[in-house]
């Protein structure tokens, strides 16, 4: 049994602090908790939900750095005390879990009160609803939290046993897709375009070698691109600092266009030395491999995946951006589950509105998946781990951050999928006109389809990019404008410092 005890009246003295500010409140939420000790759910839930509401209205009235910590923290100890009620009253853990997440999120923490602990008891619950049970128990003295698993036998248990007198069928692997052979260098490249029958055409265009450098022949490479079309071959922009044409793997081309842009420097695994004075004095951005490898997130059966996240943590309450980009006049913010979330946003193709889990510190929300994942050595060059962020973004295919720069050093580490990415340095500033106000660290510019006509000195700006694959790191440097597309479905995490 995993249980979670809290002392009575410790949280009575929060109770009482909050009378020195806001009686009113105090009293109402003092005379929720005593219908509560008296069992009467009913009125305390109304009492309760009045508490809230009124928390909530100060919550979103202004900026929200300028919100007081006594509102927070009062929204972090109503929402303890909603769950309790749903709880007492019978209803699902699901509900209880979601109201403590929206104090997680919404809250501040207050002492004896671990909404983190309380949340991963609940979700440890729903995760073995069926086989296990969550109780709460309320006297004069102690608040308990108790899950009983002890006499249950496990799912994985139940499953083995029921399949261990089956016999098990020869699974055999299928075979992988035949990929094309692509030569070191084909010289006459041209002869690609000056193919005279479609059979020759596709033979050599299937071969065309990584030498080809589209930004010496953008001639040939718009002519390329414009017949792979009229042939109806599968191309794809492919925005890597290597590769102009290739095979895409399946029975398509890729065809990288020019844009004028630098590939941003890829280095194997830097010494902390060398990152310093290479890249991170000189604000020199760089793509860094073999760095995360190791992690579990990233490898073996605990890697992550849709299917892997929806089950460990898919009850959990996250905030989701709802449209392409914060930018856009119809953008929107909405709590939902993560299982939802991802059913919803990411797996269903039919979904024309995309969702976007972004700059969200999932870590400190469930600090269950930081055992995933590691603080990269690097992020020590900076002011100490207390000060540092990590921030989780998740989302489908297409999903973007419009061009804008942060006050951070940044780490950009890529678990699921794979993203474009352009760079900007800080000195390009005059050529990507900033918003005023509010938004002055975005740029108005559409970086992949610009107005010209209306932002015509962006066209003098030297920028750099890369495509960021599974498994790798992009050093972003601070104030260093960027831009990011999401290629596929992609889960990356930023640690800024």
Same mark, same amino acid.
């Given at each position: 049994?995993?249980?979670?005890?809290?002392?009575?009246?410790?949280?009575?003295?929060?109770?009482?602090?909050?009378?020195?500010?806001?009686?009113?409140?105090?009293?109402?939420?003092?005379?929720?908790?005593?219908?509560?000790?008296?069992?009467?759910?009913?009125?305390?839930?109304?009492?309760?939900?009045?508490?809230?509401?009124?928390?909530?209205?100060?919550?979103?009235?202004?900026?929200?750095?300028?919100?007081?910590?006594?509102?927070?923290?009062?929204?972090?100890?109503?929402?303890?005390?909603?769950?309790?009620?749903?709880?007492?009253?019978?209803?699902?853990?699901?509900?209880?879990?979601?109201?403590?997440?929206?104090?997680?999120?919404?809250?501040?923490?207050?002492?004896?009160?671990?909404?983190?602990?309380?949340?991963?008891?609940? /979700? !440890?619950?729903? #995760? &073995?609803?069926? *086989?296990?049970?969550?109780?709460?128990?309320?006297?004069?003295?102690?608040? @308990?939290? +108790?899950?009983?698993?002890?006499?249950?036998?496990?799912?994985?248990?139940?499953?083995e046993k029921d399949t261990s007198h089956q016999e098990t069928e020869e699974v055999v692997p299928e075979e992988p897709l035949p990929r094309p052979k692509i030569?070191?260098?084909?010289?006459?490249?041209?002869?690609?375009?000056?193919?005279?029958?479609?059979?020759?055409?596709?033979?050599?265009?299937?071969?065309?070698?990584? /030498? !080809?450098?589209? #930004? &010496?022949?953008? *001639?040939?490479?718009?002519?390329?691109?414009?017949?792979?079309?009229?042939? @109806?071959? +599968?191309?794809?922009?492919?925005?890597?600092?290597?590769?102009?044409?290739?095979?895409?793997?399946?029975?398509?081309?890729?065809?990288?266009?020019?844009?004028?842009?630098?590939?941003?420097?890829?280095?194997?695994?830097?010494?902390?030395?060398?990152?310093?004075?290479?890249?991170?004095?000189?604000?020199?951005?760089?793509?860094?491999?073999?760095?995360?490898?190791?992690?579990?997130?990233?490898?073996?059966?605990?890697?992550?995946?849709?299917?892997?996240?929806?089950?460990?943590?898919?009850?959990?309450?996250?905030?989701?951006?709802?449209?392409?980009?914060?930018?856009?006049?119809?953008?929107?913010?909405?709590?939902?589950?993560?299982?939802?979330?991802?059913?919803?946003?990411?797996?269903?193709?039919?979904?024309?509105?995309?969702?976007?889990?972004?700059?969200?510190?999932?870590?400190?929300?469930?600090?269950?998946?930081?055992?995933?994942?590691?603080?990269?050595?690097?992020?020590?060059?900076?002011?100490?781990?207390?000060?540092?962020?990590?921030?989780?973004?998740?989302?489908?295919?297409?999903?973007?951050?419009?061009?804008?720069?942060?006050?951070?050093?940044?780490?950009?580490?890529?678990?699921?999928?794979?993203?474009?990415?352009?760079?900007?340095?800080?000195?390009?500033?005059?050529y990507l006109y900033p918003y005023e106000g509010l938004l002055s660290n975005t740029s108005q510019v559409d970086v992949e389809n610009p107005n010209l006509e209306?932002?015509?000195?962006?066209?003098?700006?030297?920028?750099?990019?890369?495509?960021?694959?599974?498994?790798?790191?992009?050093?972003?440097?601070?104030?260093?404008?960027?831009?990011?597309?999401?290629?596929?479905?992609?889960?990356?995490?930023?640690?800024?410092?």
């Amino acid at each position: 049994a995993a249980e979670m005890c809290l002392k009575v009246a410790e949280l009575y003295q929060f109770i009482s602090s909050l009378k020195d500010r806001y009686n009113s409140l105090a009293s109402i939420i003092e005379s929720a908790w005593v219908a509560l000790q008296a069992s009467d759910t009913e009125k305390a839930n109304a009492l309760s939900k009045v508490a809230s509401d009124h928390i909530w209205e100060k919550l979103h009235s202004g900026n929200w750095q300028e919100v007081e910590l006594i509102w927070r923290q009062s929204y972090t100890f109503v929402m303890m005390v909603s769950a309790v009620i749903k709880l007492l009253g019978g209803d699902s853990t699901r509900e209880a879990l979601e109201l403590v997440d929206k104090g997680i999120l919404m809250g501040a923490p207050i002492s004896p009160v671990s909404l983190h602990e309380l949340a991963s008891l609940l /979700a !440890l619950g729903v #995760s &073995k609803e069926g *086989v296990a049970t969550v109780e709460v128990s309320l006297s004069a003295e102690v608040l @308990k939290f +108790e899950i009983h698993t002890s006499e249950m036998v496990s799912v994985k248990e139940e499953e083995e046993k029921d399949t261990s007198h089956q016999e098990t069928e020869e699974v055999v692997p299928e075979e992988p897709l035949p990929r094309p052979k692509i030569p070191l260098r084909l010289r006459n490249y041209k002869s690609v375009c000056q193919a005279e029958t479609d059979a020759d055409f596709n033979n050599l265009a299937s071969q065309v070698a990584p /030498a !080809l450098d589209c #930004s &010496k022949n953008t *001639v040939f490479a718009s002519k390329l691109f414009q017949r792979l079309k009229q042939k @109806k071959i +599968e191309v794809r922009t492919l925005d890597s600092d290597d590769t102009s044409i290739g095979s895409s793997g399946n029975g398509g081309l890729y065809l990288q266009q020019s844009r004028g842009l630098t590939p941003i420097e890829r280095v194997q695994c830097p010494s902390l030395e060398e990152f310093y004075y290479r890249y991170m004095k000189q604000e020199r951005p760089a793509v860094l491999t073999g760095c995360i490898d190791h992690w579990p997130a990233c490898s073996g059966d605990t890697a992550w995946s849709l299917k892997n996240l929806q089950a460990r943590f898919g009850p959990r309450t996250v905030p989701v951006e709802i449209g392409q980009k914060y930018t856009d006049e119809k953008w929107s913010q909405k709590l939902m589950t993560l299982s939802e979330f991802i059913s919803k946003y990411i797996e269903d193709p039919s979904s024309k509105s995309k969702g976007y889990l972004a700059q969200h510190q999932l870590f400190d929300q469930i600090p269950e998946l930081r055992d995933d994942i590691c603080t990269p050595d690097y992020c020590q060059l900076g002011s100490g781990e207390e000060h540092m962020k990590v921030n989780a973004w998740l989302g489908p295919k297409g999903t973007i951050s419009p061009l804008h720069q942060d006050s951070y050093h940044n780490l950009l580490a890529q678990v699921m999928g794979s993203k474009y990415i352009r760079l900007y340095p800080m000195d390009e500033t005059p050529y990507l006109y900033p918003y005023e106000g509010l938004l002055s660290n975005t740029s108005q510019v559409d970086v992949e389809n610009p107005n010209l006509e209306q932002y015509p000195l962006f066209n003098q700006a030297q920028g750099l990019e890369c495509s960021l694959m599974k498994g790798e790191m992009l050093y972003i440097p601070y104030r260093c404008w960027h831009y990011v597309r999401s290629l596929e479905s992609s889960f990356s995490i930023s640690f800024w410092w």
